[in-house]
C-alpha cells in the first residue's frame, strides 16, 4: 500500500498557495475601466513601442473609416470614427479582463485532459485485454481519481462564463449575437443551457465509467472468479464509442466556440492526440516516481520502454494531425479559415514554434532510440518537456481568441499552472493511498509480472 509522504504532501499544498496568490494577483490587477486598460498596454511588458504601435493601428482604422465615409456628412463620418474608437477600447478591456480568467481556464482544462486521456488509454488497455499493462492499472485509475474534481472545476468556469463573469465564449453575449449572422446561425447548438447541459452529460458519462471500472477491479483482488474482469471489459469497449464521440464534441464546446467563426473538421482528434500523449507521459513520470521510492518493483525497464514507445508514437501521431490541419487550411488559404493560423504566427511566434520543437522534435531526437527508452532519466526528462509543451498548445488553443495580442505568460499564467498542478499531485496520490498498488486478481497479471523483452 502506498503511503503519500509528508514531503510531497506539503509539496503539493505549497504549489497550491503559491499558484493561487498569483491567479488573485491576476484578478485584482486586471483593469475595470477603458482608461486603466489603456494605460496598462502603454506601460505593459511589452514596452511603451507596443501600445504606441495599438493607438496608431487605432488611428490608421479610424482614418480609413473616414476616408470610407466622405459621400457622408463630416457628423456621420466622425460618429463613425468615435465609434469605432469606443468599440475598440472596449474590446481592449476586455481582452485585458479575460487575462487572469484565460490563466485559470488553461492551467484548469490542462491537467483535467491529462485525467481524461489516461482514462482512454486505460480503457484502451481493457478492452483490448493487454498483457503488459496491468502492473500500472492501479497508478492509472489514480491518475483519473482527478477526473471528477477537476472537471467540476472546468464546468464551474463554463458556468461562470455563461453568467457574463468574463468575455472567454463571446457567443455568450447577446449583443455579440444579434450584430453576427454567423455565430447568430448557430445558437441552435451554441447557447448557455444547452451548453452546460452537455458539459453535465460528458463529465457524467466518463465519470460514471471511471466509478464502476475502479469497482470492478478492486473487486477482481478479492473474487475467487474472473467474473469482474469480463465486466471490465465490457464497459471499457462500450464507453470508448461512448467517449471518442463526447470527447470530439467537448474540444468544439469547450475550446473551438472560444472562436466561433473557426472550425476544423481535425480539431477533436488534434485535442485527443494531445490529452493522449500528456496521460500517458505523466503514467509514465508518476510510475518512475514511485519506482524510485521503493514501490511497484513489480514494473521492469520493459514496462518503461513500452510507455516510452507510447510517448514516442503519439507525439508522431500528434505531430501529423497538427500539420494536416496546419497544411491543408494554410495551402488553401481561405480568410475566414487561415486567419486563426496567421494570429498564432504574428502575436504567438515563440509559443507557437516552441510548442511544435517541444512536442515533435524533442521527443522524435530523444526517444527514438530504443534504449534511451528503457532509460529513467530520459523518460522523464523528454516526459517533463512533452508535458510542458501540451500546456503550451492548450494555451495556444486557447488564449489567442481569448486576450488577442495582449498576452504573456506572467504571474496568473504561471499561478494557474502551479496551483492545478499541486492540486493535481495532491488528489492523485491522496487516491494512490486508497488501494494495493498490485491489481492482484487480474487474470493477466502473472503476464505482466513476466513482461521482458
Known amino acids: 500500500m502506498y503511503t503519500f509522504s ?40 511589452h514596452g511603451a513601442g507596443h501600445g504606441e504601435e495599438h493607438a496608431e493601428a487605432s488611428h490608421h482604422e479610424a482614418s480609413a473609416s473616414h476616408s470610407e465615409d466622405t459621400h457622408g456628412s463630416g457628423h456621420e463620418a466622425a460618429d463613425h470614427s468615435e465609434g469605432h474608437d469606443s468599440s475598440h477600447d472596449e474590446h481592449l478591456l476586455h481582452q485585458l479582463q479575460n487575462k487572469p480568467w484565460a490563466a485559470l481556464y488553461v492551467a484548469a482544462f490542462f491537467f483535467f485532459m491529462i485525467s481524461l486521456g489516461v482514462l482512454a488509454f486505460y480503457a484502451i488497455q481493457r478492452a ?70 452537455r458539459a453535465v452529460f460528458f463529465l457524467s458519462g466518463w465519470t460514471l465509467y471511471r466509478y464502476f471500472s475502479r469497482k470492478f477491479s478492486l473487486a477482481q483482488d478479492v473474487a475467487t472468479d474472473i467474473s469482474n474482469h469480463k465486466k471490465n471489459f465490457r464497459i471499457s469497449a462500450a464507453f470508448l464509442v461512448f467517449y471518442i464521440v463526447t470527447e470530439s464534441i467537448m474540444s468544439w464546446d469547450w475550446i473551438m466556440s472560444i472562436d466561433p467563426h473557426w472550425f476544423s473538421t481535425l480539431f477533436g482528434w488534434y485535442v485527443f492526440a494531445s490529452m493522449f500523449v500528456t496521460g500517458i507521459t505523466v503514467i ?74 517541444m512536442n515533435f522534435l524533442f521527443p522524435l531526437l530523444l526517444l527514438m532510440n530504443s534504449d ?27 488564449m489567442p481568441s481569448a486576450v488577442g495580442d495582449q498576452w504573456f505568460i506572467g504571474i496568473p499564467e504561471v499561478g494557474g499552472f502551479l496551483f492545478f498542478l499541486g492540486l493535481f499531485i495532491f488528489i492523485v496520490f491522496t487516491e494512490l493511498t486508497k488501494a494495493p498498488l498490485l491489481a492482484k486478481g487480474d487474470p493477466y497479471m502473472g503476464e505482466s509480472e513476466r513482461f521482458h523483452y
Request: glycine share 8%; no cysteine; proline share 2%.
Open 6 to 45: 509528508n514531503k510531497l504532501r506539503n509539496l503539493s499544498i505549497a504549489l497550491m498557495l503559491v499558484g493561487f496568490l498569483g491567479l488573485v494577483y491576476g484578478f485584482l490587477s486586471a483593469p475595470q475601466t477603458v482608461e486603466e486598460a489603456k494605460a496598462m498596454v502603454a506601460t505593459a511588458h
Open 372 to 398: 534511451y527508452k528503457r532509460t529513467n532519466y530520459f523518460i522523464v526528462m523528454a516526459g517533463i518537456v512533452i508535458v510542458l509543451g501540451h500546456y503550451l498548445d492548450v494555451f495556444n488553443m486557447i
Open 128 to 197: 483490448a485485454q493487454a498483457g503488459w499493462s496491468p502492473v500500472v492499472f492501479r497508478v492509472m485509475e489514480g491518475i483519473t481519481g482527478y477526473l471528477l474534481p477537476g472537471g467540476i472545476i472546468v464546468i464551474v468556469i463554463l458556468a461562470l462564463s455563461g453568467m457574463h463573469f468574463n468575455h472567454l465564449f463571446i457567443w455568450m453575449d447577446a449583443d455579440v449575437v444579434a450584430h453576427d449572422k454567423l455565430i447568430a446561425g448557430k445558437t441552435g447548438f451554441l447557447n448557455v443551457p444547452f451548453f452546460l447541459g
Open 284 to 357: 509514465a513520470l508518476i510510475t518512475i516516481y514511485l519506482k524510485s521510492k521503493g514501490y511497484l518493483d513489480f514494473v521492469n525497464d520493459s514496462h518503461i520502454h513500452d510507455l516510452g514507445k507510447f510517448m514516442f508514437g503519439v507525439s508522431i501521431f500528434w505531430t501529423y494531425l497538427w500539420f494536416s490541419q496546419f497544411m491543408l487550411i494554410w495551402y488553401s488559404n481561405i480568410p475566414e479559415e487561415v486567419t486563426y493560423f496567421i494570429t498564432r504566427i504574428e502575436d504567438y511566434n515563440i509559443t507557437f514554434f516552441g510548442m511544435i520543437a
